[in-house]
C-alpha cells in the first residue's frame, strides 16, 4: 500500500472541533497524509511529511467525503410524467410508487444492476463517498432478493424496504402483505441488509403495522429506520424513537412533541430537501431541529419518483435556502450528520483513523456550495485513500 500526500489545501474541514477553528474544525494551509484507506496525519502544508504520492490542492478548499444516508437507487422506468403533473399541480401522493414496482419487476437484473451502477457513479462524480442504498421497488420475496443484491453490490450499507408500500395484489389486505414482510420476506433479505425500513405514513403503513415489521427486523438483528412525517402528521417520528431507530427521514410534518423526543433521543433527523423542492411540499424547518438539538443529517433520497438526484451539493443549497440551516450547518449535515445517521464513527470527518474519503472543491472555501447552487465544484473526489474522480 503506498500513501498519499494532499497538501496546499487553502481551507481543510475536519469536522473535528480539537484540529481546528469551530464546529468544522475548520484549518487554513493545511495538508493530509492519507495511508491503507485512513488519515495518518493532519497539519500545517508546511510541516507535511513525505509520501509515496502526492495530491495538490493548489489552494482548493477540502472538505470529508458526503455521506448519503438515504436514497433508492435500484428501480427501473422513470416518472417524469408524473413530476410534470406535480408542476402542474397536482399533488404528490405514495401510490406512485406502484408505477415504479411495475417497471423494477419486469426489468432484468443487468439492467437494474446497471442503472444503480450509473447513478452511484453520478453520486461518486459529485463528492458522495458512503452511500445507503434500499430496496423497496420489488415488493416480493424474490424481487426484494433480488434488489438488496443489486445494492450489495454498490454498498454495505443496504436497508431491506420490503414495508415500502402495500403492493397492488395485496390490495385490501395491508396486515396480510405487513406478515409477509416480517416474515418470509424479512428471513430472505436480512442476510442481504444492514438495516431495515418502513414508510409509516398514510397511504403506507400504519404504527402498528410499521412495529411489527420494524420489531421482527430487530430480533434478525438488523438497525432500523423509519421513513417518517412525510405526506402529514402521524406516528412515524414517535415509533423511531421508541424503537432506536437510527434516523427518522423526511420529517416535513413535526409536532412539538416529535421535535422534543428528537432532542432526547439518539435518533438522526434525516432532511430530504430534494424531496420537497420535487414534490412542491412545504419544507420542513431544520432551524426548528437544530435549536431543539436534534441532530439532523442531509440526504439526496434519489428515487425516480420524489427526488430524482444524486447531488448532495444541490442538497446543501435548498437546505440553505429553504430550511434555514446556515452553510455550516448544511455541510455538517452531508457529511458528519449522515455518518451519525448510518450509526458510523469512521467517516464523515478526516481526523487521524476516519477513513481516506476526501473531496478537493474547486474553490477556496465550502460556503461555495450554497453560494454557487448548480455549479459542478467538485474538482476531485478521494475514496479509501485512492483518487478515483479527477477532475482538473
Aim: proline share 5%; charged share 20%; hydrophobic share 45%.
Amino acid at each position: 500500500m503506498t500513501s498519499l500526500l494532499l497538501d496546499r489545501i487553502g481551507q481543510l474541514v475536519t469536522n473535528d472541533p480539537s484540529l481546528g477553528d469551530g464546529p468544522l474544525g475548520l484549518r487554513r494551509d493545511a495538508a493530509l497524509v492519507l495511508h491503507a484507506g485512513r488519515v495518518v496525519w493532519v497539519g500545517a502544508s508546511a510541516d507535511a511529511p513525505a509520501a509515496d504520492r502526492r495530491l495538490d490542492a493548489e489552494g482548493r478548499c477540502v472538505i470529508p467525503g458526503f455521506v448519503d444516508s438515504h436514497t433508492h437507487l435500484v428501480f427501473a422506468g422513470d416518472r417524469a410524467a408524473e413530476f410534470a403533473a406535480r408542476m402542474a399541480g397536482r399533488p404528490y401522493a405514495a401510490g406512485g410508487i406502484a408505477t415504479t414496482v411495475a417497471a423494477t419487476r419486469a426489468a432484468s437484473s443487468v439492467d437494474l444492476r446497471s442503472g444503480a451502477a450509473a447513478l452511484a457513479e453520478e453520486a461518486l462524480r459529485a463528492g458522495t463517498t458512503t452511500i445507503e442504498v434500499k430496496s423497496g421497488y420489488g415488493l416480493t420475496v424474490a424481487d426484494e432478493v433480488r434488489c438488496l443484491e443489486v445494492a450489495g453490490g454498490l454498498t454495505g450499507e443496504t436497508t431491506f424496504l420490503g414495508a415500502h408500500v402495500v403492493p397492488p395484489e395485496y390490495a385490501g389486505r395491508s396486515d396480510d402483505y405487513t406478515a409477509l414482510v416480517a416474515g418470509e420476506m424479512l428471513s430472505a433479505c436480512a442476510p442481504l441488509a444492514r438495516w431495515a425500513d418502513v414508510f409509516c405514513d398514510r397511504g403506507a403503513f400504519d404504527a402498528d403495522q410499521a412495529r411489527t415489521v420494524l420489531s421482527a427486523a430487530r430480533v434478525a438483528g438488523l438497525g432500523l429506520r423509519v421513513h417518517a412525517n412525510q405526506l402529514g402528521p402521524g406516528p412515524g417520528v414517535a415509533l423511531a424513537v421508541e424503537l432506536d431507530a437510527a434516523s427518522a427521514d423526511h420529517c416535513t410534518h413535526l409536532s412539538d412533541a416529535d421535535v422534543d423526543l428528537l432532542g432526547d433521543s439518539d435518533t438522526v433527523a434525516t432532511l430530504l430537501p430534494g424531496a420537497e423542492f420535487a414534490t412542491r411540499a412545504a419544507y420542513p424547518s431544520g432551524r426548528r431541529l437544530l435549536d431543539a438539538g436534534v441532530t439532523v443529517a442531509l440526504a439526496s433520497d434519489c428515487n425516480p419518483g420524489s427526488s430524482y438526484t444524486t447531488n448532495l451539493p444541490f442538497c446543501i443549497a435548498v437546505a440553505v435556502r429553504e430550511m434555514g440551516l446556515t452553510p455550516d450547518e448544511a455541510v455538517w449535515a452531508a457529511t458528519a450528520g449522515g455518518a451519525r445517521a448510518l450509526r458510523r464513527s469512521d467517516v464523515g470527518h478526516l481526523a487521524v483513523g476516519g477513513r481516506a474519503d476526501a473531496v478537493v472543491l474547486d474553490a477556496p472555501r465550502h460556503l461555495h456550495l450554497a453560494y454557487r447552487p448548480g455549479v459542478p465544484l467538485v474538482h476531485s473526489v478521494v475514496r479509501g485513500g485512492d483518487v478515483v474522480v479527477a477532475n482538473g
